[in-house]
């Protein structure tokens, strides 16, 4: 919504907001790190723009609620700050570094979690957004390609990061079987000659009665 608000506002009121852009390894391109993802350069790239940001930002939120937050604050801020320190000398602008982030974080969750439910989601990522990959190479020097390198590697990062958090994989019975196993095995005893532990074997000792005179000669 702010970033239409704000393109709308330069294509019927004349503002120029595309100054607040990235600019790499100058002062006052560091506040490019917040604003940049706002701006955008025409109808086409804030209309693509969107429709990826929406849908990646529905499986972030949904899938991965636990850490939503702070995978996308983070892909926002450190892809900014990884792009301000070797980005090409020009005005990055637009949201393509948060949407390569999210993709690569949502790509990679299900690959490294080794989940059957999240490898489907990352195959999803891969069908729809699978073409993009071409564009973190200098391809097109129009397009901001360290931005989205920037944000993959950020998104690759917190996939690892955060592979022990949000959705926990169901596991097989085998698997199940073999912590049992495990902890069975370590509750016994080492020492063959402790007999405290759960391998211990105990011997109650019983006389055998004596037989009733009753029953004695019959």
Request: one cysteine or more; glycine letters at 10%.
């Amino acid at each position: 919504m702010i970033c239409w608000m704000l393109w709308l506002s330069e294509e019927f009121f004349g503002y120029h907001l595309k100054q607040f852009g990235m600019r790499p390894r100058e002062l006052r391109g560091l506040i490019g790190v917040i604003t940049m993802h706002f701006l955008h350069g025409d109808f086409t790239h804030i209309g693509q723009n969107t429709l990826s940001f929406v849908i990646l930002n529905v499986m972030l939120f949904f899938f991965y609620r636990g850490v939503s937050w702070k995978v996308f604050l983070r892909i926002a801020i450190i892809g900014g700050a990884l792009l301000w320190l070797w980005g090409r000398s020009s005005n990055h602008i637009g949201a393509s570094l948060i949407i390569y982030g999210l993709a690569a974080f949502v790509f990679f969750s299900g690959v490294f979690r080794r989940d059957e439910k999240m490898l489907r989601i990352s195959l999803v990522v891969a069908f729809y957004f699978g073409s993009i990959v071409w564009w973190v190479f200098p391809i097109d020097p129009s397009i901001s390609w360290e931005g989205h390198m920037s944000g993959s590697v950020v998104g690759i990062a917190l996939a690892w990061l955060y592979r022990g958090q949000g959705p926990i994989r169901d596991k097989y019975q085998w698997e199940i079987d073999e912590e049992l196993e495990k902890e069975r095995l370590e509750g016994l005893s080492e020492d063959p000659f402790d007999y405290t532990g759960e391998g211990r074997i105990t011997y109650d000792f019983k006389p055998k009665e004596k037989p009733s005179e009753d029953s004695e000669g019959s």
